[in-house]
């Protein structure tokens, strides 16, 4: 800005020294001809000046052509009672528009529209015109535009924002594009919200996240009504948190903390363990929660699927370290013990199932003690087990039964022979 003063400065002086002129009177600024050459000039009613001029006094620096049956000249013209210069090059249109020059004043600043007594830089413009532009004319390839806004015709009065490739209105639209080969994104700052959008490059527009007045964060929704929400169509609904392989690591992990800040104190985590291999790796979910002021890992989900409650490498679908407690237990099985009524059954007498016991210390089919310590207990098929036992005790009653049966005739036959024998 220094350097536009300078060589204006250098200009009017090589224009009035090399001349040896004094300050003219001229009204019209378009005026040209033999009469009209270059020079300083003044006036209180201005003709063809800067459209703010009115019947006060201007000044007017003319450099024109050297052939003074054209209209070719370039102008500087100021108002006595104020700092702002106007410039212009006519190309022989004594009416040709005027352009203000941007100045820096004495305290640095600089205006556009107004100079402000705070800010270096400030522009200012009306509903629709508080706008400013930086485009890269990148010649074949697609250009790029940074647009800076205030105010948003048709949206709002206070927002502000920035955008590529986005004007914030155009030919009646709210955040047209610049470019309509090529897609853009914008910025909105709003009285009590922040929200960032997308356009395609067909000119579909989507509010990707919002920053909420209430504190809130929406990704993919305008109206967030807890601290995080996010949403997206059925079939892309997924939220992804991600990390890198670590070299040389056991594991990689992820952690969600559940934490209360006053207390500085993590009350429950989610984390992930990533095992990596040759084959395209393990991942795993743990469960914690703090009890007595350490963070104890309760549940556990495998590579393979299998859960672990108080279990942290759970070998089977499901690892209990304790005791469950329900109302009821479903266990679907392969077969029931009802073979042992079946005709072709082998029961064993009972003098078979005492010299077992005498010998093994437990009942055939069984487990014994050392077996469940070592194994644990099958509910199916403890179950079916015992229910063997029962039904082959029923058939050993049953028989048993059966000989008490013949065994009552029997004495009931005795018993009659001796009362024959004693009537006789």
């Known amino acids: 800005m220094k350097k536009q003063i300078t060589s204006f400065a250098l200009l009017l002086g090589a224009v009035i020294y090399s001349q040896q002129i004094d300050t003219q009177m001229r009204d019209n600024a378009g005026s040209y001809g033999a009469n009209f050459k270059s020079g300083f000039f003044q006036t209180q009613y201005p003709v063809n000046y800067p459209t703010t001029a009115s019947n006060e006094w201007w000044h007017l620096l003319d450099v024109r052509h050297t052939n003074v049956d054209n209209n070719y000249a370039m102008q500087f013209a100021g108002a006595f009672g104020d700092q702002n210069l106007w410039f212009r090059k006519t190309a022989n249109n004594g009416s040709a528009s005027w352009s203000k020059v941007i100045l820096q004043d004495p305290n640095g600043r600089v205006g556009i529209g107004e100079n402000s007594s705070f800010e270096k830089f400030y522009i200012q413009g009306g509903h629709e015109t508080s706008t400013a532009l930086i485009h890269a004319n990148n010649g074949s390839q697609p250009h790029a535009f940074l647009t800076f806004w205030a105010s948003e015709p048709a949206s709002s009065y206070t927002g502000v924002g920035i955008g590529n490739n986005i004007r914030n209105y155009s030919n009646s639209q709210s955040f047209a594009r610049i470019g309509n080969d090529q897609g ?89 363990r990533y095992d990596n291999s040759n084959d395209g790796g393990y991942g795993a979910l743990r469960f914690l929660t703090l009890n007595a002021g350490q963070m104890k890992e309760r549940l556990t989900i495998s590579p393979s699927g299998k859960i672990g409650i108080g279990q942290i490498y759970p070998q089977n679908e499901l690892d209990v370290n304790g005791v469950i407690h329900a109302k009821e237990v479903k266990v679907d099985l392969n077969g029931w013990a009802d073979y042992v009524f079946m005709p072709d059954y082998t029961l064993l007498s009972l003098d078979d199932v005492e010299r077992h016991i005498k010998e093994k210390g437990h009942l055939p089919n069984i487990p014994s003690e050392k077996e469940v310590l070592q194994n644990g207990v099958n509910l199916g098929e403890s179950q079916k087990l015992l229910l063997q036992k029962i039904e082959e005790l029923m058939l050993y009653t049953i028989e048993q039964n059966k000989q008490l049966k013949i065994q009552a005739e029997k004495i009931e036959k005795l018993e009659q022979a001796l009362i024959t024998q004693k009537t006789k």
């Open 184 to 272: 853009g994104s914008y910025m909105r700052l709003l009285d009590n919200e922040i929200n960032f959008n997308l356009v395609s490059p067909t000119g579909v527009k989507q509010q990707t996240l919002t920053l909420a007045g209430n504190g809130s964060i929406g990704v993919g929704t305008s109206n967030p009504e807890k601290k995080l929400e996010v949403f997206n169509s059925a079939a892309n609904g997924h939220l992804r948190l991600s990390t890198n392989d670590v070299a040389n690591a056991d594991m990689s992990r992820i952690d969600i903390d559940f934490h209360i800040s006053n207390r500085n104190q993590t009350i429950a985590r989610i984390a992930s």
